[in-house]
């Protein structure tokens, strides 16, 4: 831990010179503060009862600081049966056209969105409407126009918004942030990217464009970008981008098999990424500066993550990262901490205006300035 509080400690400090990472507390560190002296539960309602709400739901068990309380599933079995399952009463029960009522429900203090990306911008806001925090799931929403919308609902109505990016929480991928904001791997030079798998039953929805707003730069691409960010500690200034398509049966008009993009940062440093829906064994980043790399392969898939740098391997612990995702986002709903990669609707929004660029690149064939 020692090392882990020198590390944030020093973030605190850089986060001067680098706008990226702000001031940090360890996910698992007590917490004490005046509002909260004895360390409250953040209570959850989860909606959409899916395949990842099901792996957030198990995760949760080993929750020291979030728990669930509530439900929202357009179907009366599942919500019987999670409700049974993790001990949620009727009266905690939502369906989508009921939902707004957790307003009079003392029992919820935020909404976990898990439902297909088109629809989270609306449930989203009307969360927001019912004074409840949200998290929402990756996508933030369709496009940045949207994604913003979410972020300016949740502000008028005083509630917290933010996105379900896990990797933010991941002890690795942080170990590499830090060696990188320390200066270890020198001036940045390089990221490579590579985010895919083959996708399967071509009748899910995230193969439909009206419910999953895109293909693979939407749902996996996503990791890549914003791995890209927090890997080079900056901001993208310009993109390219090419699509190609060897399936157009299953990959429809507005629906993106394989896409590459490149994208450009203040310092000079370039990305090189790839997004696909038709490769396997595409999870991995590797980042490249004048005095060191690291790598990280697997990089973003459940886990264990691993990694290594030119000082060798990379050691620290596997923990489940929704476990560890969702006792952070308690901190920081909570009681206010600012975790060293923010997960906040802003950081939403950044890569939903990278998403729009990639398209208009793809669309138009040129290089697309960006200003986050
Ligand atoms: P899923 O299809 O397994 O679950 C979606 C749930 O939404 C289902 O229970 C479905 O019944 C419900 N739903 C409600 N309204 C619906 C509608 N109109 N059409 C279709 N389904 C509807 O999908 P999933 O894999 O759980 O993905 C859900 C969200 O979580 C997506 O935004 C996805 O990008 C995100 N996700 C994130 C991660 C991560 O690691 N952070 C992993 C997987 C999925």
């Known amino acids: 831990m020692n090392s882990r509080r020198d590390f944030l400690q020093k973030l ?21 503060s005046a509002d909260n002296p004895q360390g409250s539960v953040l209570r959850v309602a989860l909606m959409g009862l899916g395949g990842y709400a099901s792996i957030v739901a198990e ?25 049974t399952k993790y001990n949620v009463p009727e009266k905690n029960r939502y369906n989508y056209e009921t939902f707004d009522d957790i307003k009079n429900n003392p029992d919820i203090d935020v909404v976990y969105v898990t439902t297909p990306n088109a629809l989270h911008h609306d449930q989203v806001i009307r969360v927001a409407r019912a004074g409840k925090h949200a998290i929402s799931e990756k996508p933030m929403a369709l496009n ?92 993208p200034i310009w993109v390219t981008a090419q699509e190609t398509k060897t399936d157009t049966v299953k990959f429809k008009e507005g629906v993106d098999e394989t896409i590459q993009f490149q994208m450009g940062f203040p310092s000079g440093a370039v990305a090189s990424c790839l997004s696909t829906y038709n490769m396997n064994y595409l999870d991995r980043f590797y980042l490249n500066g004048e005095k060191g790399f690291a790598e990280l392969q697997p990089s973003t898939g459940y886990g264990p993550i691993k990694g290594r740098t030119n000082k060798g391997e990379l050691t620290q612990p596997h923990i489940t990262h929704q476990t560890l995702q969702m006792d952070a986002m308690a901190g920081i709903i909570l009681d206010g901490h600012a975790p060293a990669v923010p997960v906040d609707g802003a950081e939403g929004v950044k890569d939903l205006k990278i998403i729009d660029a990639i398209y208009a690149a793809c669309a138009s064939g040129k290089r697309q300035e960006l200003n986050i």
């Not at 669930?68 to 179907?75: K, P, Q, V």
């Not at 940045?188 to 996708?199: H, N």
């Not at 009206?210 to 990791?223: E, F, P, R, T, V």
């Open 12 to 32: 605190t400090a850089s986060a001067i010179a680098i706008p990226f990472l702000s001031s940090v507390r360890a996910w698992n560190e007590p917490i004490h």
């Open 59 to 83: 995760a949760m068990q080993k929750c020291k600081r979030a728990k669930i309380t509530g439900l929202i599933s357009g179907t009366p079995a599942k919500l019987n049966e999670w409700g």
């Open 144 to 235: 940045a126009k949207d994604a913003q919308e979410m972020v300016d609902a949740c502000s008028e109505a005083g509630v917290k918004l933010l996105v379900g990016y896990r990797m933010h929480f991941e002890p690795k991928t942080l170990e590499v942030i830090r060696m990188r904001s320390e200066g270890e791997f020198g001036k940045i030079m390089f990221f490579q990217g590579q985010s895919g798998f083959r996708i399967g039953d071509p009748n899910q929805w995230r193969l439909n464009k009206a419910l999953a707003g895109g293909g693979s730069l939407m749902d996996i691409g996503i990791y890549a970008i914003n791995g890209a960010r927090y890997m080079i500690g900056e901001e």
